[in-house]
């Protein structure tokens, strides 16, 4: 062999060996920013990908011509909006027959930490229906928002392959752990040994086999009839924290499994899926859809790109009936919202479309930009609810179509889910340990769309007469006793705080405090302490005593009249009536609470109770006039006393003996306040 031909073959197998090697960096430069990767000239990478999964890395571009892409989106700057911890890159195919998923995926994980790492985590939630003594089936009950599990629910994700780039098989080192039970019976967390360290700031790059069987939709994934919902659907890297993040002093992974009562917490990742099913499905899925193209045998391949989120979901069925709409607003630079609607709500597309937009433009403008260039909207069949109500990033499920004319709880629903995309999606809390920093906000934000864009406003007297057990907010969700105990906190109490807040400080200031809370801690993971430092940086004053009493503790507000006494006597020629009257705070509030005497004249005087002075208040009314009835916070302001009854007190004359107004008239009135103020 003479030396020139063999030099060629030295140099050329050693561009194969550092493409190879290489092979994970170029992967991370193929993430641009979604709104200007179009505008990118196409790398041309092919070479490399022979040895490679079947996706592509050019395919996870858009090219121009495929179903809805926007050529027209706004150019910003390729910002990195998240750390992004984890690249995904996976391909998965419907076994329609069968309602299975054959999924594979490469996972690449970069250590953000400052100790080498040594072994993985890896979630497989859909483990959760795996029998009916997982964790999650035990702890629920096999009940989930009134979905009922049935002999259909089962449902499972098996790895069928676990190794490195080189080939290296990981599978025999898997074992299944359960941090927060020591279930023997779950299998939702996995972990394994990795063949090499990773060290601070280096990759590993894992590519898994994995298959899934669909249970019957319930609890938010799995089948009805031709629909899928696949959320919480392929091996998933656990978070890892690093110190400082989420006030963490040491660093590593956090890791639960799935239970009854908790949604999820992972790192930001960069996704490019590939999604396989019959050509006449239209499939929905977070992010942008890059690529749509028909591969033969009655199959199509439709592609997702997303960034700077931390899930994704997607959805997919032959029925569905699509309508886009773009929008742009103060804070919403430009998105595709992206209706997949069932056809029984075909008439309805455009109050979906109305409600998100309302969102975002109230989204964008009080809290900051929502970054992402689409918003998928799914609204599932009749009979697939299990699949409904739920977020995932840039995707959000409805109530399923099961009315043909839904009230206001259509938009709520909407505004719910795309409410979510600041607080779950963005902000990103760790919903196992501090689910009210992701429910209750959204609730709050809820609130405040739908009042301002549709009029309609919430009952908070009745949402506190709910309050039946207080627990506290920053608390693992499934240490809540059942699925109400932990709604009636997580959601409800903890919104009722959030609005008790912006009582005490106003309108503007909350305003200030939620977008400042946003802007800080946005794909940062922030506890419920940094949002109490954002309390107390805005406000200018410590706000301790209350976090403790009322979101670290499970305090109410309750306020009493625990006792009137009275006594009639003659001064200069005139009848007197003393009242003396006893008020009592179960638990410390500090402000002024009015207080109405109301008199048989008709008249009220209306007092004021300090309650930053006093927990008790003994004081002496004198008049000419017998009172008919005292009344405490008489407009029901204070939203965090759960016990109206004590709230209200007759005072009889000529009985010295004072009554409590009997339990059914104080119902009625309860009731009649309750609708008053609906
Ligand atoms: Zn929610």
Redesign the pocket.
């Known amino acids: 062999m003479s030396s020139k031909p063999f030099k060629f073959i030295i140099v050329g197998l050693l561009i194969v060996v550092f493409l190879i090697a290489t092979w994970p960096y170029q992967f991370q430069h193929a993430w641009q920013s979604s709104y200007t990767y179009a505008l990118e000239p196409i790398q041309s990478l092919q070479n490399i990908q022979s040895t490679m999964l079947q996706p592509t890395l050019n395919e996870a571009k858009p090219s121009n011509g495929t179903f809805n892409y926007d050529s027209t989106a706004p150019s910003i700057p390729a910002v990195k909006l998240s750390e992004r911890v984890v690249e995904y890159n996976i391909q998965v195919s419907l076994r329609e027959e069968e309602h299975m998923l054959d999924g594979e995926e490469l996972i690449t994980w970069t250590n953000p930490g400052k100790e080498t790492v040594t072994d993985m985590y890896v979630h497989l939630y859909a483990n959760a229906f795996h029998s009916p003594d997982s964790t999650f089936m035990k702890e629920s009950g096999g009940q989930l928002r009134g979905d009922k599990a049935t002999d259909k629910s089962e449902g499972s994700i098996k790895l069928l392959n676990l190794e490195t780039l080189e080939g290296e098989n990981m599978l025999p080192r898997v074992k299944y752990i359960s941090p927060d039970d020591q279930n023997n019976n779950d299998y939702t967390v996995a972990t394994f040994r990795l063949i090499e360290p990773v060290a601070p700031g280096e990759s590993v790059t894992l590519r898994i086999k994995f298959e899934v069987t669909l249970p019957q939709v319930f609890a938010r994934m799995g089948y009805y009839e031709d629909f899928v919902m696949a959320g919480q659907w392929f091996p998933k890297i656990a978070a890892y924290e690093t110190v400082g993040t989420r006030n963490v002093t040491k660093e590593g992974w956090n890791i639960h499994q799935y239970h009854g009562n908790s949604e999820f917490y992972s790192d930001f990742a960069v996704y490019s899926v590939k999604v396989y099913a019959p050509e006449n499905y239209t499939v929905a899925g977070t992010g942008m859809q890059t690529k749509v193209s028909n591969i033969g045998q009655g199959r199509k391949m439709v592609q997702f790109y997303a960034e700077d989120v931390h899930d994704f979901a997607f959805a997919m069925s032959p029925n569905f009936i699509t309508h886009e709409s773009s929008f742009s607003h103060e804070g919403v630079p430009g998105v595709k919202i992206k209706l997949y609607l069932d056809p029984t709500h075909e008439q309805l597309a455009e109050r979906y479309i109305h409600a998100a937009k309302s969102a975002l433009a109230y989204l964008g403008k009080n809290y900051g930009a929502y970054p992402y260039s689409t918003l998928s909207i799914v609204v599932p069949p009749a009979g697939a609810n299990g699949a409904g109500?739920m977020?995932y990033p840039t995707l959000v499920t409805t109530l399923a179509a099961e009315s043909a004319n839904p009230k206001y709880e259509l938009e709520r629903t909407v505004i719910?889910?795309v409410s979510?995309q600041y607080w779950?999606g963005m902000v990103a809390n760790n919903e196992f340990e501090e689910a009210w920093l992701?429910?209750a906000f959204?609730?709050y934000t809820e609130e405040k769309i739908i009042e301002n864009a549709y009029g309609v406003t919430s009952n908070h007297r009745i949402e506190a007469s709910f309050m039946t057990n207080p627990a506290p907010l920053q608390l693992n969700a499934w240490l809540y006793k059942d699925h109400n105990h932990y709604a009636e906190n997580v959601?409800l109490r903890g919104k009722l705080v959030l609005l008790d807040i912006e009582d005490i400080v106003g309108r503007d200031v909350m305003s200030k405090i939620m977008r400042s809370y946003f802007q800080t801690y946005k794909f940062k993971h922030p506890t419920t302490q940094q949002f109490q430092r954002v309390v107390e940086n805005i406000t200018k004053q410590s706000w301790q005593s209350y976090f403790d009493k009322f979101v670290y503790g499970n305090e109410s507000a309750d306020l009493a009249i625990q006792n009137i006494e009275n006594r009639v006597f003659e001064e200069q020629g005139k009848t007197i009536y003393e009242y003396t009257i006893l008020l009592d705070q179960n638990s410390g509030i500090s402000r002024s609470i009015p207080i109405d005497l109301v008199y048989e004249d008709g008249s009220t005087v209306r007092k004021q109770w300090d309650l930053s002075d006093e927990a008790k208040l003994h004081f002496v009314e004198r008049s000419e006039v017998p009172i008919s009835w005292i009344k405490i916070d008489p407009e029901q302001n204070n939203k965090l006393d759960y016990h109206l009854n004590n709230n209200f007190m007759r005072a009889e004359l000529p009985n010295t003996e004072v009554k409590r107004v009997n339990i059914v008239t104080e119902s009625i009135i309860d009731y009649a306040l309750r609708l008053f103020s609906w």
Do not use: A, F, L, P
């Open positions: 109500g977020e719910h889910e979510h779950y992701d429910e959204t609730s959601y």
